[in-house]
């Protein structure tokens, strides 16, 4: 058995012992702030985000997801397993736009340029959900007519249209 004295000192040699061993430490820094953190990496997506495709529809890249089920001169069709939620983000970021319309049926991107598009061009982005997991897409080319000339007749516009003032094609071969 050790007397009191003996443990008190050998407790001083312990303490001491482990109080030389033990550097002061420095605070940790601040963090920094980063000068852009909004900025996403380039090489991960959030959660939920979906990811750039090869296919393109009026310069618009579909998303990976999805694919284009019809496009046509002024209107194209895309669809996949996708939220609404995310497909909207995704168009949020690759559109020009001055307003959202989201409703209960659909989010609505009226009037929109496509960023890296044509500029002259204006679209309509129609986001609706298509069932459980899957979303479609409708995107119409809704860029206003150029106005005919003035003094055109009604004979010339016929005309310009592929049609007689009768309303008869100029090309029968053309509506095959």
């Known amino acids: ?39 996403k990496p380039l090489d ?18 579909v998303p990976r997801a999805m694919h284009v089920r019809g496009a046509f001169l002024d209107i194209a069709y895309v669809a996949g ?8 983000n995704y168009v ?8 959202v319309e989201i409703g209960a049926a659909s989010t609505v991107f009226p009037h929109v340029h496509i960023k890296g598009g044509a500029p002259e061009r204006v679209y309509d982005f129609d986001v609706t959900p298509l069932g459980e997991h899957s979303t479609q897409l409708i995107i119409r080319d809704v860029t206003p007519r150029p106005p005919n000339p003035p003094g055109m007749t ?22 095959k």
């Open 1 to 39: 058995m050790r007397s009191r004295f003996e443990r008190l000192a050998w407790l001083a040699v312990v303490a001491s012992g482990a109080a030389g061993c033990h550097r002061k430490s420095e605070p940790p820094p601040p963090p920094v702030a980063s000068s852009a953190p909004s900025q």
């Open 154 to 175: 009604d004979a010339e516009r016929w005309r310009q249209a592929g049609y007689t003032p009768d309303g008869k094609p100029l090309d029968p071969t053309q509506l």
């Open 81 to 88: 397993d996708s939220s609404p939620e995310a497909v909207a």
């Open 44 to 61: 991960r997506l959030a959660p939920g985000e979906l990811a750039q495709g090869d296919a393109e529809v009026f310069g618009f890249r």
């Open 92 to 99: 949020r970021e690759r559109v020009d736009a001055d307003h």
